[in-house]
């Protein structure tokens, strides 16, 4: 009890906790802010026709529209990078609330009513013990969370958000060079007239293409793993923790008791 209410006051997890923290939402938004602008780019080819006028008749034809599904999955990940955001956000404001001194100050004073009743030969009230631990998750729970999420995301998922950060920030790097394209004339041209300009230039649309699509493929497969990543950071393992936390503190004051 008296290193709990030490570590209370003298605070030595709030400051690495808080420095991981800053650290996730960076990274979080950066992945965020990836995602959109590759969504964007997306967006511009999806919306991209080729117009042609056989026999006097405009046709237009939307091949990009093929790109729907991917950038509807590309939207949703950087919206998934976003809540990722908030998340660490939340994060920081409940380790500023839990180092706020109103919150030692009714930590040390229920740890002496609680030692108080039990060196008393008494036994503590469940009332008692549960605001014990209520306080203790309150001050030391999210901290500890944190400092052991980052523990375990260094040790096994560092690698998958390192390649992935890397691969969709290429992939968005070569959406962002338009394709070579060929514009035609504002005068009406039959469709043989449309297809003798178009053809010299195919070889070179289909290499580009195939290679921003196959890129864009390999991005996806890592937005899935990054999604992973960033839910176990911000969701699974914290949860998990403190699940452990609160059975770890009713155990040892139960056993007390």
């Known amino acids: 009890m008296a290193i709990l209410i030490s570590c209370s006051w003298l605070a030595p997890m709030d400051a690495?906790?808080?420095k991981l923290v800053d650290e996730g939402f960076k990274k979080a938004l950066a992945t965020y802010a990836t995602a959109r602008a590759l969504n964007g780019f997306v967006s511009v080819i999806q919306g991209t026709g080729i117009s042609a006028t056989p026999a006097g008749m405009g046709l237009t034809f939307m091949p990009g529209q093929l790109l729907a599904p991917v950038n509807e999955l590309i939207k949703n990940f950087a919206d998934i990078m976003l809540v990722a955001s908030v998340?660490?956000?939340v994060q920081?404001?409940?380790?500023?609330?839990?180092?706020?001194?109103?919150?030692?100050?009714?930590?040390?004073?229920?740890?002496?009513?609680?030692?108080?009743?039990?060196?008393?030969?008494?036994?503590?009230?469940?009332?008692?013990?549960?605001i014990l631990i209520v306080l203790l998750m309150a001050r030391f729970a999210i901290p500890l969370s944190v400092i052991t999420t980052d523990m375990i995301s260094n040790s096994f998922l560092q690698k998958e958000y390192s390649e992935g950060q890397k691969v969709i920030e290429i992939?968005?790097?070569?959406?962002?060079?338009?394709?070579?394209?060929?514009?035609?004339?504002?005068?009406p041209r039959s469709l043989l007239d449309e297809l003798k300009a178009w053809l010299p230039k195919m070889p070179e649309l289909n290499i580009n293409l195939n290679q921003k699509l196959d890129s864009l493929k390999n991005a996806t497969n890592h937005m899935i793993n990054l999604t992973v990543v960033f839910l176990c950071q911000t969701l699974i393992l914290p949860l998990l923790f403190l699940w452990i936390f609160w059975g770890i503190m009713r155990g040892l004051l139960s056993s007390l008791r």
């Open 171 to 187: 992939t968005s790097s070569e959406w962002s060079k338009p394709n070579p394209s060929y514009v035609p004339k504002e005068e």
């Open 92 to 130: 920081k404001v409940l380790i500023s609330i839990g180092s706020y001194w109103m919150l030692s100050t009714a930590l040390t004073l229920t740890v002496f009513c609680w030692l108080g009743v039990y060196y008393r030969k008494l036994i503590p009230s469940a009332f008692l013990t549960k």
């Open 16 to 18: 690495p906790a808080l």
């Open 87 to 89: 998340a660490f956000g």
